[in-house]
């Protein structure tokens, strides 16, 4: 497993979101979403990001 934003990918799994969810949210595509996963984000994106995560649901 990637554990690339391993804080991100918890924070799916604990809400039970799929990525297109969050996709969704953030205004991007599934696959530019699943890009981000893969590599290291700078704090700014990830705080993004988890308050997608937060207000989804």
Do not use: C, Q
Request: no cysteine.
């Amino acid at each position: 497993m990637n554990l690339n934003n391993l804080e991100i990918r918890k924070a799916i799994e604990n809400k039970r979101l799929k990525h297109y969810e969050v996709a969704d949210a953030l205004g991007v595509s599934l696959f530019t979403f699943s890009h981000w996963l893969m590599v290291e984000l700078s704090p700014e994106k990830k705080e993004r990001i988890l308050k997608a995560i937060d207000d989804i649901k």
